[in-house]
Structures are given as C-alpha cells and as structure tokens.
C-alpha cells in the first residue's frame, strides 16, 4: 500500500456443484530503506467462514488457529503484549466482512499471506452468484485471478461483470460512478474465458495500464460471476460421496401459485424523509408486478395501525393496484413503533374467521406477510419475548419475511419472528439504491411454486441429516439438504411431497451412487481446473451447513440448556473442519518462543440489537448519548476535571502522562511510563466485575537533545465486559473508529456522532471528538480522540482515556489506573529500586502494582 513496496496479488476460488473455497495469497516486497508498513485486507462474503489464514516472514510461519471463543480469550488475557509483526482486525460493512492484518515491513523484507474461506452460494432469482473483491489499495504489478466452476449437470449460462466501488472512473462511461465495467456480452479486459458443458475457467489479468485507467490507486471494485446450471429432474440433483450426501432441490417449469401477500409497513417518524421516500418508490414497483391472481392490502403502523381495506385482502386488478399506489403516495411518517399491534392486523388478514377459511383453503394462495420496519418496539408491547409469542400463535401458517430497514431497526427480532413463521429476515442497507434492495427481495418471494415441501430419505439410510422440510419453494431460488449416508447403501431412495397450485403431489426416484466410491471426477473429466477436492467438498458442505442451522436453532432457543448444547455442537463442528464461525475465534500465534504471543480475532459476528425503553423518543431510534464532555484546552490537566460533580477522574493521556486524583488529600499522583512501540498496559482490570481495559502503545519521535527517552502514545484501546448474557463485549477503539463486538458487531466513525446499546453497554461517539462508554452502574469511561490539522515534529494523533466515574468498580480492581478507583490516599510499591523500568516492565505484564517484598514509598506530588 506504498510507494516501491512490490505488490502480488493472487484469487484463485473453486466451486464444485455450487460450493466455493477462495484463496487469497498476496505477497510484499518493501524496497524502501526504512521500515514501513503494509495492510493485507480481505472482503469476505457474509455467509463465509474462513477455514485457513498464515503469515510468511523470513521463512517463518505464522500459522492461524482456530479456538473455541473462551480458550481465545485466555490466549489473549495471558500474552505479554500484542505480536509486534502484526495487529488482525475483523469489521462488517454491507453483506461483507472486512479482513485486515496490518504488517511493519522491515526494509529489503519479504512477506507473503494466505486466506481461504468457503462459503455455498445461494440461488436467488435463476443464478448462482460469486463476487470476488478486488481491492489492493495500489495498482500491482501481477494481479491475477483465477476461478474453476464444475457441475456435473452442465452449466446453462454464465456471465461476467466488474462492479465498481463509487469513486472510481467506469473506463466504459467515463464517470465516477458505482456502475458494472462488464456484462455476459462484454467481458472486463485482460479476461480469458473457457467454458465446455460443465466447467468453466475464467482468469481476469489487468495490467498496470488497464489498473491506472480505472483509479490511480488501483482496483476498488467487486469481479462478479452468475450462473445457473442444466436441471431437468424434477427430483433435482443428488451427490453421494464418501458417505455424505447433497440434495439440490431447484425444479423448473411449474406453474405460479398465487399468493395474499400483506405489506406492512413502519411508518413512524423516525423514517421521515429519504427511507420514506425510498420505500414508496419500491412500493409502487411493487404493486405493479403483482398478477391479477394475487391478494393483497396494505397495512402502515406508528403508535397507531391502519388498514387500507379493511378486514380482507383485495384481487390485484388494474383498478384496485392504482388505488393502493396512491394510497402509498399519502402516507405521512409521524408517530411511535407499534410492532405487536402490526403483526396481529396482519395476522387477521392472512387468517380470516373460521366462516371464510374454507373459500381462502380451497383457492390454495399462499399467505405471506412482508413486514418493513426501521426500528424497535417503543409503545403498546415491547418486550420481545411476548411480541414473538403472540405473533407466532395469530399467524398460523403464514410465512413473515422481515426486512430491516437501516441499522437501528431490531434486526434479532425480525430474525426471530421469521424463524419462528416460516420466512427469513433480511438488512435493508440505507443507501441510495435502498428501494432497489426491497424490490429486490420482493422479487425473490414474489413467485411461490410449491408449499409445505417435504423432502424425505427413504428406509432409514440417512442421518445427521440438515433441514428437509421447507414451508414455500419460490421460482429462481433453491433448497439444499445435507447428510450422511449409512455403509453399504446402493440405491438411495429420494422421495419429495409437496403443494402446488392445484393439488398435493408426491414423487419418488432412486439414486444410484455406484460412484461414490471413486473421486468423482469421471462426471468432469473434460474440465480443466484442478479436479482435486471434489469428492470431499460434500463433506465440508454437510459441515458448513449444519453449522449454520444450529447457529439459527440457538438464535431462536429460549431455553438456556438447548442453547448451551446447540452452541456445543456448533463449536465441535466448526473446531473439526477449522471453520471460523460465531462460536469460534481466530488466533494467530507467533513460531519463536521467546516471541511468543498469541492474538485471536473473531469474525463472522450475529447482529443483535436489544429493544429500546418504551419511553424513547419516537422520531430517533439510537438511544440519547451521554452528556459531552467540556470542550477541551491543549493543557493536560483540562480534560482531568470530572463532567460529573459526583466523582473524581483518573487518566492517562499524552506520552503516556498517569494522573490519579486523591480528592481527600487534595493532590494528584503523576507519573510518565517509559513504555517501548507495542507494549500492552493494562489499565483496569476488576475481577469480580469481568471488566478489563488494555492500551496499545505507538511509537513517537524523540525530543530533541533527550534521544535517549522513548516517547510513546496510545493508538488502540481494547475495553472488555463480561455483561452475564450471551457473550463478553469487547470495545476496540482507534484513531478512526470505534468497533463493538458481543452477539454482533456495530462501527462507528470518530467522525460523526452515533451511539450502540449492547447488553446494558452503552457506548457513544460525540462531535466532540470523545467516546462515552459506559459498562454498568457507576462504571462510566472517556476516550478522547486526539488529532492535529497540522502537527509538529513532536504532535501525533493519539488516544487518551479517563475513568470519569469508577465507583462501581469493586475493591479488588487492579491496573495501572484501576488500583486508585476507591483509594483516597496510596502507597505504590514496586518490586526493587528501579522505579521507572520496573513499573514499564510490570505494565507491561498487565501486572498490578503491589508486591509483598522491598518496597518504595513514592510521595504524592501535584501536577
């Protein structure tokens, strides 16, 4: 990501009967004279687990491992300080996972990464679709990627794009726009494509020319392959291999079966403006792709519910779809979130009284309800468990899809309610194609073909066997089975049962897996891709896919035992294949033993958001952040001064400058810590509490005459609670961001002011360049973000941190800071008589100051 810093960059994925393993291998060459610093950074698709991550410095490796979330932990709880080669860092933004690593190159050095993830790409809409992102920060020298696809059906089609992030220059329009470079007809340059009745290999090369054309920092974009595959049986496809099986159910040519589909929609003040006006626009589409079979009404809820038609759904015809359309054009955006209140009007909709339930029985439409909210529940009901228990006994049979609108909708809760009503949820991103995505999504559910699909393994062959019975099976998507297989089996008996438009069919078919006993790569032969794997990626699929399904099992558990063993299971199973899941972390341990440290990250968190108070103000669904802090001067002892008259506030800022309040002696204790470039201080660690708080030491420049004297400031601040639910939150802060990880993770920029809620954790981002956190009764933190518009030799960009109220930490704490939270007077004692090295080394330690043998009264002085 520098200057003279060689670049090389390799993708090569291979996707075998849908399922893909990418590998991400990049290599840096850093020709500079002094030491600088390079990033490798990955997009990893959402549904992604990574299985294989290793560093190559000087011929040593760094090998990954994968940890069960509690042993990590400890790892990372009892190393000396973090890895001074490198710091990995795992981030979410839009249906992507953000993978980096940041690595000090030593001059003339040579390192090299490697990352595989697999992951089985869905079926939306007729294709399959793999997006390969293709951001190196720099034009490189040797880009290449390189993607195989085998199916032993035969591949129907296949085509290719290059989406550009915005900001880059589309070479086809010559505009700084998000647009696709590419389609099918007219592949990215430097693209090679060979294709034969099964397979497919595409390698995309761009040279440095074709590089700088787009961006003069290099590719920003998302190379993207769609497919589907040759499926003539309505039984659909089954693969067998050693002892495994796979069953993709994806049937072609039935007819459409009509649907009353109900939309609900928030219309609460909070979606004032741009989502109100998106959603609209999406609503109008919608509306007019509905068929004249189809039933509908609408339903718009804040703290009150209205019907456009009341206590039944209407035929789509011309005239009623252009009255629902200009109904849609009136609605207003005011009000409070009335969930509960929404779900059952729908509810009455879609399950009219016993009187008319024979008529909607006997015309066989499928009943779905589309529910778009932007929020949480704040009047009427609120509290989750009863809105799931009430929604799941009013809709009956009916499918609930929620969608998500923006990031302070209550997406668990929409997750929940559709596991528990036969649909899925999905996040609403708020951008500028927002009304794009919902007509998306609709678009997904607007065909159904079969319901109350059953799909069964006859005679007792199969076991361990994933989710075989589906409620609805809409055109262009496709159901997946995975299991085992028992020994000895021939002749696999597959058998389906299901609902179409007219009546209940059932279907039956035999599986001949002679060849199960080969590789299986007789049926690709003619492929020219590395035919390596195939026989074992049904093995890995079972596992991924089972993985997922009990991680949706233990979301909608409530009973602490189940989700305790179904997280078990799930932690056995991604440990086995070394699948990094939501129950496991990934932790990169240094080779050298007298280096060795260990640093784990987790990726592929679970967003969850718990619900708001009912008293929260309806226009804006992020809570009130704490009061801001007084402005501060450039002297140390400004920001020392407690915002809140009840406490004192111990601090460390500056280089680092240690600064403890003793209110009833009137006196501050300050000392300086001579720390090196990558210690860890503790700072806070209280035992009884599970909170912990470490700050990762940058280096400085010298003063001038005083070389001698390493200067030091905190670039990173790690804050970690254990709030007694589900899982620890841990609170990663940096000069740019502020990241919150526990059952999901949340970023918020320094830059603008945002607030998360997790667990009873409150952490809030200022426009005053601080962030509140605060942990539990009485445990309030400040972190202030400081930066210079134009430093001096001697100014850097740092953090600094104060415990603004630290009553509610218990006597016990200990930490460089956490040891004077209850002290009115102190005695520091130090191990020996060398004052300043032993508090660096014992900082450094995580160590509390106390000792048992010679110590050293050090006297209170004042700043």
Known sequence: RLERIQTVVCLM??????????????????????????????????????SNFTITSNGKVYVAQVKERAAARKIYDAAKNFPSLFTVRCSREREIEKFRVAVSVPSGARMSFSLSYEELLPRRLGRYELSLGLRPGQPVQNLTLDVSIMERTGISFIKLSLALSKG?????????????????????????????????????????????????????????????????????????????????????????????????????GSMIGTKMKQTKQAMGTILGDLREGDHFNIITFSDKVHTWKKGRTVRATRQNVR??????????????????????????????????????????????????????????????????????????????????????????????????????????????????????????????????????????????????????????SELVVAGRVKPGVKDFKVSMSATDSKQHVKLENDVLISYAKGNGSEDLAGCSGDLEGISSFVHRLWAYYTI????????????????????????????????????????????????????????????????????????????????????????LSSPTSSPS??????????????????????????????????????????PERGIIVDGHLMGAPSKHGAEERTRTYFDRLTISSATGGSGDIMITLSLDAVVVEGEGQDHLPINQQGSVIRQGVTVAVDNHQSCWIE?????????????????????????????????????????????????????????????????????????????????????????
């Open 13 to 50: 994925c291979s996707v075998v009967s849908r399922y893909a393993v990418t590998r991400v291998q990049s290599s840096v060459w850093n020709q500079l004279p002094i030491t600088k610093e390079a990033a490798f950074e990955v997009d990893l698709p959402s549904s992604a687990f990574i």
């Open 168 to 268: 880059s220059l589309c070479p086809r329009c010559f505009h700084f726009r998000d647009c696709s470079v590419a389609d099918g007809n007219f592949p990215p340059a430097s693209t090679h494509v060979e294709q034969s009745a099964c397979c497919a290999r595409v390698r995309y090369s761009p040279t440095l020319q074709q590089q700088n054309s787009i961006s003069s920092k290099g590719l920003n974009a998302d190379f993207i392959i769609q497919y589907d595959v040759d499926l003539k049986d309505l039984m659909g496809e089954v693969q067998v291999y050693d002892g495994y099986f796979v069953h993709y159910f994806a049937p072609r040519g039935l007819p459409v079966v009509p649907k009353d589909v109900i939309f609900v929609i928030d219309v609460s």
């Open 323 to 476: 009255d629902a359309k200009d109904f849609v054009k009136r609605i207003i955006a005011e009000g409070w979130t009335n969930i509960n209140a929404a779900l059952l009007s729908a509810a009455q909709l879609v399950n009219p009284p016993s009187s008319a339930s024979s008529s909607h029985l006997s015309s066989r439409r499928v009943p779905l309800v589309i529910f778009l909210t932007d929020g949480e529940a704040t009047i009427g009901v609120t509290a989750g468990d009863t809105i799931l228990n009430n929604a799941k006994k009013a809709l009956g049979s009916s499918s609930l899809f929620g969608l998500a609108f923006g990031d302070d909708a209550d997406f668990l809760l929409l997750k929940r309610l559709a596991l528990d009503n036969r649909g899925v949820a999905r996040m609403v991103y708020e951008d500028a194609d927002a009304d794009l995505q919902l007509k998306g999504f609709y678009d997904e559910v607007a065909s159904p073909l079969l319901s109350d699909i059953q799909l069964s393994y006859l005679d007792d062959q199969a076991f361990d066997i994933t989710r075989s019975l589906f409620p609805n099976y809409f055109q262009g």
């Open 548 to 635: 997922k399904e009990l991680l949706l099992a233990k979301l909608n558990a409530t009973d602490p035992a189940t989700q305790r063993l179904l997280a078990d299971k799930a932690t056995n199973l991604s440990l086995k294949y070394n699948f990094v899941t939501p129950v496991t972390s990934l932790v990169v341990v240094k080779p050298d033993a007298d280096e060795a440290a260990q640093t784990p990250t987790t990726t592929k968190p679970t967003t969850a958001k718990p619900s708001t108070p009912s008293n929260a103000r309806p226009n804006k669904r992020k809570p009130d952040p704490p009061q801001p802090p007084p402005k501060q001067n450039k002297k």
């Open 645 to 686: 008259k009840k406490t004192t506030t111990t601090a460390i800022d500056g280089d680092p400058h240690f600064v403890v309040q003793l209110p009833k002696l009137h006196q501050n204790l300050c000392f300086t810590v001579d720390g090196r470039a990558n210690d860890v201080l503790r700072l806070v660690e209280d």
């Open 775 to 863: 942990l539990a009764k009485d445990v309030r933190f400040l972190v202030l973000f400081h930066h210079y518009k134009q430093p001096s030799y001697l100014q850097m960009a740092h953090l600094g941190f104060y415990i603004t109220d630290g009553r509610g930490l218990s006597a016990s704490s200990q930490g460089l800071l956490g040891t004077y939270a209850h002290t009115s007077s102190v005695t520091l004692c130090i191990a020996g008589f060398n004052i300043k090295g032993q508090i660096q080394r014992k900082m450094t330690l995580g160590v509390n100051n106390t000792c048992a043998e010679s110590t050293v009264l050090w006297d209170m002085f004042s700043c």
